[in-house]
């Protein structure tokens, strides 16, 4: 977790990821790195890491000085191109302040990589991508995994390995593409010996994308139903939405906008529209999605995969009657449950401090707008592997 004071270290880690995903862009606009699973390999064999910096605040602060450094090396070297007069007292001063720099450790700030460490999903966390990959995770996971994703299934015993815990912060400290890599290329333990197999000849890339949307989905579940919060950020799936007789556009197109997704119960009447938040109501199948297609509905041909998805990241057989509020980053904050009257602090559930174990909930006379206030002055901050809040 980090605090309200930490902006610099969460824009340090923004800023180490943004250089590296650039370095590799460039490195393929020139032709000098090879596709990997449809998309440049990163070409080294480690990477920085952010999620290392957060555990270790004194290296992230050497780190910060290091770069503050460089920065300044840069801009003397620029400088003794054009000063002549002093360009002899600069060039001695750049390898003094390069062996001053407070470097940090390099097994801190260097991290194992793999080709795919920056790839990108191609289609984004959809609710189709998560419905595909909830039945190949029935296919080829849960033996071993298990029906939860906690590593239990019927053959986890006949592993070398036991299986991870994949609704622990396993999903969240590993990039998307490293997930990628070891379900297409299996993992060997330290003496190279198999702990899981490879998938490479059985699942397309766009299979293995949607089998990893799945296991977040899922994760986000399991972690709201054992614990009461979302430990670990989850993201709003994706769908299509139809408003009124306007065209279909996606959920992600609101990015920016705070959203509200509500599924109706059998006896609960649709919440009045507020100008904080766009409402987007999601049905159990088309012909309920057809029939109720009042203001912003999901799209009668995913109605289906979005209930089972919402089913699943809020640990829930169905998710009739439950209410979820995302923020403007595209992340799921908050949920009131069915039958609830109004909202509270405790709603907030994914949040910087932990939820007091048997506290009455606060009762204020707007308990959204001050919900809605404290759920902006606490965003989700970057770091991936994972996601902090």
């Known amino acids: 977790m980090t605090g309200a004071d930490d902006g610099w270290l969460n824009a340090l880690i923004g800023l180490m990821q943004s250089a590296q995903f650039a370095l590799l862009q460039a490195l393929a606009a020139l032709g000098l790195v090879e596709a990997s699973h449809g998309q440049p390999g990163w070409p080294w064999p480690v990477k920085l890491s952010g999620e290392n910096l957060l555990i270790d605040g004194g290296q992230a602060r050497r780190l910060a000085g290091s770069l503050a450094v460089l920065a300044l090396v840069v801009f003397l070297l620029l400088l003794a191109m054009v000063w002549r007069r002093r360009r002899v007292a600069i060039l001695v001063a750049v390898p003094v302040l390069l062996l001053a720099a407070p470097w940090p450790d390099a097994h801190v700030v260097w991290v194992p990589a793999t080709p795919a460490s920056f790839h990108r999903s191609p289609s984004g966390f959809t609710v189709r991508s998560i419905a595909q990959g909830q039945a190949l995770y029935a296919q080829h996971c849960v033996g071993c995994h298990g029906a939860d994703g906690r590593g239990q299934g019927a053959l986890a015993d006949a592993r ?23 379900v297409m290329h299996g993992m060997r333990a330290r003496d190279g010996k198999a702990t899981m197999p490879a998938f490479g000849e059985r699942l397309r890339d766009d299979e293995a994308w949607a089998l990893i949307d799945f296991m977040k989905a899922q994760a986000a579940g399991e972690t709201l139903r054992s614990t009461g919060v979302w430990a670990w950020p989850a993201a709003l799936p994706d769908a299509a939405v139809r408003c009124e007789d306007q065209s279909a556009r996606r959920l992600a197109s609101w990015h920016g906008q705070r959203v509200r997704i509500v599924a109706p119960g059998v006896t609960q009447a649709p919440p009045l529209e507020d100008p904080r938040l766009v409402t987007v109501r999601i049905a159990p199948d088309a012909e309920s999605a057809l029939r109720d297609a009042i203001g912003c509905v999901v799209d009668a041909s995913e109605a289906a995969d979005a209930w089972a998805a919402f089913a699943l990241v809020t640990g829930t057989p169905s998710p009739a009657g439950t209410t979820l509020i995302a923020d403007r980053d595209g992340w799921l904050r908050a949920r009131s449950q069915p039958g609830q009257a109004g909202w509270s602090d405790d709603d907030l559930l994914c949040r910087t401090d932990a939820v007091p174990s048997g506290a009455q909930p606060a009762v204020v006379a707007d308990g959204l707008g001050a919900l809605i206030a404290r759920m902006d002055a606490q965003p989700v901050r970057f770091v991936k592997g994972g996601f902090v809040h």
């Not at 299986?163 to 997930?179: K, M």
């Open 160 to 182: 070398s390995m036991s299986p991870p815990n994949l609704a622990g912060p396993l999903l969240w400290r590993r990039a998307d593409g490293d997930l990628l890599w070891h």
